[in-house]
């Protein structure tokens, strides 16, 4: 197991559109346990393939209050989206300390296959479906703050450069 360094908004890497995954080897198994136990240790409810700079279509998400029950999607398609939509504020760790509100369905059936390659229909509603949506974001190459305001992008990334920079700055005393 090993943790997984988090690509940072605005790397242009987290723009990269995902590659089916082909076949659930050991190595798409071990990704999976290294992107889980990234997540936790980031205190993520959800993780893209993309965002640890691994461009196959792989998420992991685990909503549970206990952080015990992971959730694997692995060539993940909506198949059926709610007509309803709810405004979420969502958070991003390619985004660290930036929340604002995205706008998106309250309930939505994936298609995916799970961590040992078997296919599944998965249901989810409220903060799953918006995790969900926003996991697959990332295998398209699409970060939430996209759904925002040039102006609040800008103004998301500007920051997101000078924190990296002062980071940089912060490394070499």
Known sequence: MALLPILCYPHPRLHTVAKPVQVVDTRIK??????????YDAKGIGLAATQVDIHERLVVIDTSDERNQPLVLINPEIVWASPDKILNEEGCLSVPGIYDGVERF?????????????????????????????????LLGKVFVEYLSPLKRNRIKTKMIKLQRDEKLEGKR
């Open 30 to 39: 071990t990704l999976i346990t290294d992107m889980l136990e990234t997540m």
């Open 106 to 138: 309250t309930s939505v059936h994936v298609k995916a296959l799970d961590g040992e390659g078997v296919s599944r229909v998965i249901q989810a509603e409220e903060l799953l479906a918006v995790c969900v949506q926003h996991e697959m974001d990332h």
